[in-house]
């Protein structure tokens, strides 16, 4: 695939707060992108410099191989979807989402033929005269994305569109989501600090702190191969643990010897070593590599959480089956599951 954007260098500061540090990332066309990260990291800033609500003070963004910084947001064949979809309340569905096609001057039988397959694509055929204020909010969100891919862009830009729905609507949503950029095929730039919304609907996860890109991989790479604390703790729930590589495929923590997947490490060099909470194994104290004695349990629905103390280390363990408080288990750790990080990185 081909690069449809491309930041490099991209630097911005408010009020002496450097907000992006020298950020430069490639997206490729037709991918669904994410970038994620906590409150004040730069995400927001990333996709508004995209649409051109903002413009960096250093760096270029390049679109289809032509630089576009000073282009602005009306010319650029990039449309944004926000979190509140800035619909018009005066205006009933159909014309909502025919408003760029008549700021176009498309004729109406374009338009009226454009409009149909737009609702069609998100489940909202034959709701053209209804009031925007007689909507759900996830039928308004759907037609905030119908009146942005109307004018047919290359890029959608996604500003935490869903974070307006509750817990179900929003999951439904980002199935619905991810149905729709496969179908229509456009690159997808989206904005979200919510790790499993991220998880479930990328095909590749920028994550960011601090103005800086941490890491940037598929889900599946993002969650089992986190470069840094940063991202093994802001993506789900992690065990992270200080050991010692004593050579490739051996580490040390929790005063117990491990086999592991991991080289290329000095010898003894000091290390972190992640482990998630799900694949810890709680077995008879007989049969464990480590033993240990449950803390705490809490029931979480589909599974258990209970909090293993080894050695002083409380491992966080996520299982569906239950032991007892005060009981002592043993611990089992396989070596696919054990994932080494250099130290303070």
């Given at each position: 695939m081909t690069n449809t954007i491309e930041l490099k260098n991209i630097s911005k500061t408010f009020e002496d707060d450097l907000i992006l540090d020298n950020l430069s990332l490639n997206i490729?066309?037709?991918?669904?992108?994410?970038?994620?990260?906590?409150?004040?990291?730069?995400?927001?800033?990333?996709?508004?410099?995209?649409?051109?609500?903002?413009?960096?003070?250093?760096?270029?963004?390049i679109f289809e191989g032509k630089k576009i910084n000073e282009i602005p947001p009306y010319e650029r064949n990039i449309n944004t979807v926000f979190q509140k979809y800035a619909l018009f309340p005066n205006m009933n569905v159909y014309e909502n989402v025919a408003f760029g096609l008549k700021i176009k001057k498309v004729n109406k039988k374009e338009i009226d033929k454009r409009v149909s397959e737009m609702l069609k694509l998100v489940n909202l055929s034959g709701y053209e005269k209804r009031s925007i204020e007689a909507l759900s909010g996830?039928?308004?969100?759907?037609?905030?994305?119908?009146?942005?891919?109307?004018?047919?862009?290359?890029?959608?830009?996604?500003?935490?569109?869903?974070?307006?729905?509750?817990?179900?609507?929003?999951?439904?949503m980002q199935v619905e989501l991810k149905n729709i950029q496969q179908r229509v095929g456009i690159t997808f730039v989206y904005v979200t600090h919510d790790q499993e919304e991220a998880l479930s609907m990328s095909d590749k996860i920028v994550v960011m702190n601090n103005g800086l890109i941490q890491q940037i991989g598929s889900p599946t790479d993002i969650y089992n191969e986190p470069v840094n604390s940063?991202?093994?703790?802001?993506?789900?729930?992690?065990?992270?643990?200080?050991?010692?590589?004593?050579?490739?495929?051996?580490?040390?923590?929790?005063?117990?010897?491990?086999?592991?997947?991991?080289?290329?490490?000095?010898?003894?060099?000091?290390?972190?070593?992640?482990?998630?909470?799900?694949?810890?194994?709680?077995?008879?104290?007989?049969?464990?590599?480590?033993?240990?004695?449950?803390?705490?349990?809490?029931?979480?629905?589909v599974h258990y959480e209970m909090n293993v103390n080894v050695d002083g280390f409380r491992y966080l363990v996520q299982s569906t089956l239950s032991k007892e408080v005060g009981q002592r288990v043993g611990v089992n750790i396989i070596p696919d599951n054990i994932h080494i990080m250099k130290k303070g990185k």
């Open positions: 490729k066309q037709g991918e669904f992108l994410t970038l994620l990260g906590p409150s004040g990291c730069g995400k927001t800033t990333t996709l508004r410099i995209l649409a051109g609500f903002l413009t960096p003070d250093s760096g270029e963004v996830g039928q308004q969100q759907r037609i905030a994305i119908a009146r942005a891919l109307i004018n047919e862009p290359k890029v959608l830009l996604l500003d935490e569109p869903l974070g307006a729905l509750d817990l179900k609507l929003r999951q439904g940063f991202v093994a703790d802001f993506i789900g729930e992690s065990n992270i643990i200080n050991g010692t590589m004593l050579d490739d495929y051996s580490v040390v923590f929790s005063n117990n010897k491990f086999v592991c997947v991991d080289k290329g490490f000095k010898e003894n060099e000091e290390v972190e070593v992640v482990v998630r909470p799900e694949d810890i194994d709680l077995v008879s104290e007989d049969k464990g590599m480590m033993t240990g004695i449950v803390e705490d349990i809490v029931f979480k629905g």
